[in-house]
């Protein structure tokens, strides 16, 4: 019976060491998903780094024959060290992601084969080739054009581990706006593909089955598509259950679909502000997003119980020392309860990363340096290393205690809700952790 090992990755902090956690709050789907596309006859094994650890003599001990890597962001500079050993040792290793799909070149210097964007097609001949020759083509390119029949992902692989509160279901994929730094729209470009209503009603009802009472829907803009997001969330109400998910704020522009969203148990939404300057908004090819509406529309999310948790970049060129300072305070002053932030990076592969190069304007090539902690680029009213400092800076101003108290556990709206606000206050000493240690928060 050959053995396939699925592996994610963690990240490095500056000290030299493996980001590691007690729990993995938000475990992605991608492998438990393969697994359910892998025939009865592999036998399947899953580590997670940040609560596992990564053995490679111990895991080629215990029988590997195929090694698959999915790394999240820069979490992909350690994915290729552990390919790098496992292929000293005569493993296979092939590598999927978004951060893969985009540096392909780079990743085949450390893997034998690269499965690009979508996997639903690639997986299965993945896996035939091994068995017929045990050789993998050097790449996969095979995007689906419907998310139709994906069957149930095994959460078992998952349960296993320790966990949050809430197991992932996928929604949708891709979007439908091409904003010039997104890694989404290079791999989909502008599309976006939902799946049936009663397929992901499938898969929600697996999780109550399993006795978690929350999840979180994996869609990359669960709004773009209304119609679907409304039939959705009319089935999702009567099931008591609450959930999240990542959209734009055109949701707090149509009332009806937000009482709906509401109503079906949605209390947290990730949403892409991205800046509070409309020059920087137009710019990264969001000129939908209106500056001046952020704190109205993030208002009438909160009047109707759902809490908003930001996605914010610094390092535009409409971005001045100014306005990371006065990022803080509109921070505070809208009382984002989860707030992040991300230094500009120019992805490999994307449109800007293409512009900047072109433009003389990228700092290094190195493409070990393209963490998100770190300026690769000079923006235009500021050197490279003073962004990096002011975004240091925003991170501890943020992530004070005085800070986190006062969006958190004194945020007004916790009156309402005193769990979620709660849980924020936990997510946001979460995030202080990695601040401390000059490493850009993240949840696994």
């Known amino acids: 019976m050959p053995t396939v090992l699925f592996i994610q990755p963690t990240q490095y902090g500056p000290d030299g060491a493996l980001c590691k956690q007690k729990k993995i709050h938000l475990p992605g789907l991608v492998f438990p998903h393969l697994a359910a596309m892998t025939p009865d006859h592999w036998q399947v094994r899953l580590l997670l780094e940040v609560v596992d650890e990564v053995d490679v003599e111990a895991e080629i001990t215990r029988g590997v024959d195929l090694v698959a890597i999915g790394a999240m962001g820069y979490a992909i500079y ?10 000293a040792r005569g493993v296979t290793v092939v590598f999927g992601g978004y951060m893969a799909s985009m540096v392909a070149g780079k990743v085949l210097e450390h893997a034998d084969s690269v499965v690009i964007g979508d996997a639903e097609i690639s997986w299965p001949m993945v896996l035939a080739d091994f068995e ?8 996969y390119d095979h995007p689906v054009s419907d998310l139709n029949d994906l069957p149930l992902p095994r959460y078992e692989l998952l349960t296993e581990k320790p966990l949050g509160t809430m197991l992932p279901v996928q929604a949708g994929r891709g979007c439908p706006h091409l904003c010039s730094f997104c890694s989404v729209a290079c791999i989909y470009k502008g599309r976006y593909l939902h799946r049936p209503v009663d397929d992901v009603m499938r898969d929600i009802k697996r999780v109550k089955e399993l006795g978690f009472s929350g999840f979180y829907l994996l869609d990359d803009n669960i709004v773009a598509n209304p ?11 009567p099931l008591g259950m609450t959930w999240s998910s990542q959209c734009s704020l055109n949701l707090a522009r149509n009332p009806a679909l937000l009482e709906r969203v509401a109503k079906s148990g949605c209390n947290l939404l990730s949403l892409g502000l991205e800046s509070i300057s409309q020059a920087g908004l137009d710019g990264m090819g969001k000129p939908w997003v209106k500056a001046a509406e952020h704190e109205e529309l993030l208002g009438r999310l909160r009047d109707a119980g759902i809490m908003g948790s930001s996605e914010m970049i610094v ?16 921070v505070n002053r809208a009382r984002i309860a989860i707030p992040r932030f991300y230094i500009l990076t120019p992805i490999p592969g994307s449109a800007l990363y293409d512009e900047l190069k072109a433009q003389g304007r990228l700092v290094t090539d190195e493409w070990e340096r393209f963490d998100g902690s770190q300026a690769v680029h000079t923006p235009t009213h500021m050197g490279a290393e003073q962004l990096t400092e002011l975004y240091w800076w925003l991170n ?17 709206a916790a009156r309402k809700q005193p769990g979620l606000h709660l849980f924020a206050f936990g997510v946001n000493l979460h995030y202080r952790r990695y601040v401390m240690k000059r490493v850009p928060p993240n949840i696994f």
């Not at 119609?227 to 109400?237: A, N, S």
């Not at 390092?315 to 509109?330: C, H, K, N, V, Y």
């Open 132 to 139: 017929r020759d045990g050789k993998l083509k050097r790449t």
């Open 78 to 87: 350690r994915g290729v060290e552990i390919a790098d050993a496992f292929r």
């Open 396 to 412: 501890r101003q943020i992530f004070s205690w005085r800070s986190i108290l006062h969006r958190t556990l004194l945020n007004p």
């Open 227 to 237: 119609g679907f997001l409304g039939q959705l969330c009319d089935r999702i109400e």
């Open 315 to 330: 390092g535009l060129d409409s971005d001045t020392p100014e306005s990371i300072r006065a990022t803080l305070d509109f």
